[in-house]
Nanobody, 114 residues
Framework: QVQLVESGGGLVQPGGSLRLSCAAS????????MGWYRQVTGKQRELVAT???????NHTDSVKGRFTISRDNAKNTVYLQMISLKPEDTAVYYC????????WGQGTQVTVSS
């Protein structure tokens, strides 16, 4: 089973930036469309960005123009570059497949606050 480890979260002021990383074990990682999800306590997990195996991307409207998903298949890693962060971006961020999922990692906490 592919294991996912997210990192890069932290506390940042509004308008700040963070870059999240998701390292996947297993060479089959490159075959799958991957996504970044986020979850606020008490709410459903939300898919915010996706990237196909070929590199095509899509971002939900609330993060469009501020977040950018990318991947490095040679490193089995997916990234989420976040700029112009807002308090409403505060959540635990996870990565996983879009159509085929493995077990969820521990996530990485992003807190946007002054």
């Amino acid at each position: 089973q592919v294991q996912l480890v997210e990192s890069g979260g932290g506390l940042v002021q509004p308008g700040g930036s963070l870059r999240l990383s998701c390292a996947a074990s297993g060479s089959i990682f490159s075959m799958y469309a991957m996504g970044w999800y986020r979850q606020v306590t008490g709410k459903q997990r939300e898919l915010v960005a996706t990237i196909t195996s070929g590199g095509s991307t899509n971002h939900t409207d609330s993060v469009k123009g501020r977040f950018t998903i990318s991947r490095d298949n040679a490193k089995n890693t997916v990234y989420l570059q976040m700029i112009s962060l807002k308090p409403e971006d505060t959540a635990v961020y996870y990565c996983n497949g879009v159509y085929v999922r493995t077990g969820w990692g521990q996530g990485t906490q992003v807190t946007v606050s002054s």
